[in-house]
Structures are given as structure tokens and as C-alpha cells.
């Protein structure tokens, strides 16, 4: 089983902190999902919550501890390594599991993360 190709351009894409190529790796009607708020975010609502978080940080990286292919899509396991524009770094372990549909693009991504580690960058 292969990694799906929409793997490497969405992490590229989110380190670049290039809103609009992470965007170009969804499908329209994907979903975001995250466990510390089981809310189900569209599109549009994840690419704010980018946005919002690359204009408050100096530097992000996804810095990957696993990426497989599983059925369906991949699996990813990765550190969130922040640096806030006050110089303060944050990190924050997460899992994520991911569709890929038929068309090659994101359809469903589920994300488990603890966002306490995070709070500094929204305050």
C-alpha cells in the first residue's frame, strides 16, 4: 500500500504556511474533525483557524513521527513545534487519521491533539 501523494503536499503546504496549496489538498466537503472539542470543522473554518495561527507564530513545523499509508488514506503522527511572535516555543503532540478519496484529495481528516500547550499563541 502507497502514501497517498496529497500526504506530501499537505505537510509542505502547512509548513509553508501556504494557506491557499493546503486548502488545494481538500476536497470542497471535507471535514476536520478534533477530539478535545468534537467539533466538525468545513473547510473554510480549518483554513481560518490556519490563517489565524500563522499570523500569530514567527515559525511552524509539523515535524513528522510517523506517516503511513492505512486503508483509505494515512496515518500521521506528528510535533507541532510553534514559535509565537514573542519568541515563546510551543509544542503539541498530535495523531491524525486521513481520508483520501477517489480523486486523490482529503475528505475527512481526524485529528487528535491536546491544545493546552497551544494556548499561548491565542492570548
Known amino acids: 500500500m502507497a502514501l497517498p501523494d496529497v500526504a506530501h503536499r499537505f505537510l509542505d503546504a502547512l509548513n509553508a504556511g501556504d494557506v491557499e496549496a493546503a486548502r488545494a489538498c481538500y ?7 478534533h477530539d478535545f472539542d468534537g467539533v466538525t470543522q468545513t473547510v473554510d473554518e480549518n483554513m481560518h483557524l490556519m490563517a489565524v495561527m500563522g499570523n500569530r507564530a514567527s515559525r511552524r513545523e509539523y515535524v513528522i513521527r510517523r506517516l503511513e499509508p492505512i486503508e483509505g488514506g494515512y496515518l500521521q503522527q506528528h510535533t507541532l513545534e510553534i514559535t509565537t511572535l514573542a519568541g515563546r516555543d510551543l509544542r503539541a503532540e498530535a495523531v491524525a487519521i486521513v481520508q483520501v478519496g477517489a480523486d486523490g484529495l482529503i475528505s475527512r481528516l481526524d485529528e487528535w491533539i491536546n491544545p493546552a500547550p497551544l494556548a499561548p499563541l491565542f492570548e
Not at 27 to 33: L, S
Request: overall charge negative; glycine content about 0%; hydrophobic content about 45%.
Open 27 to 33: 476536497h470542497p466537503d471535507a471535514e476536520v474533525w
